[in-house]
């Protein structure tokens, strides 16, 4: 027996705590919840800025729960305000928290970015770094 009784959601939740974890490890903060927060905030912000096919295509390599997450509030027919800029992504990802980590917040965003992209196969990073602006492309490390 698995712990929650279908194999297919224990995967779900084991991929989604190794991203959180890795995310965690990467900053070496110890809050989970933080560490959520960063990851949920980074992937909408980013599923905003793109395109809706692109998104789509980014979606479809992410494991089921991260999908999930990523989706959640999304309404393609609804226009998010263009993020052109490096600070103004950083902001919009930092919006999330209702007190900002007192780290610099734009390692904060580059690590998740990073993360991300550890876990999204190269070809599909390199079709969302190429659709971004390139100020926004430096986020990542």
């Known amino acids: 027996m698995t712990g929650l009784g279908l194999p297919i ?3 779900a ?3 989604a705590n ?3 974890n890795d995310i965690m490890d990467e900053l070496d903060w110890d809050d989970k919840h933080r560490a959520f927060t960063l990851l949920r905030s980074t992937l909408h912000v980013l599923r905003d800025r793109l395109q809706v096919n692109e998104s789509a295509h980014f979606a479809a390599q992410l494991p089921t729960l991260m999908r999930g997450v990523f989706y959640e509030g999304y309404k393609p027919s609804r226009s ?3 993020i052109r800029h490096k600070d103004e992504f950083v902001d919009a990802v930092m919006a999330a928290f209702n007190d900002a980590p007192k780290d610099d917040p734009e390692r904060i965003v580059g690590a998740a970015l990073d993360v991300i992209a550890d876990h999204i196969s190269e070809g599909e990073m390199d079709d969302i770094k190429s659709s971004l602006p390139k100020e926004i492309r430096d986020l990542w490390y």
């Open 9 to 11: 959601f224990d995967k």
């Open 13 to 15: 939740i084991q991929d």
């Open 18 to 20: 190794r991203w959180v």
């Open 80 to 82: 998010a305000p263009l």
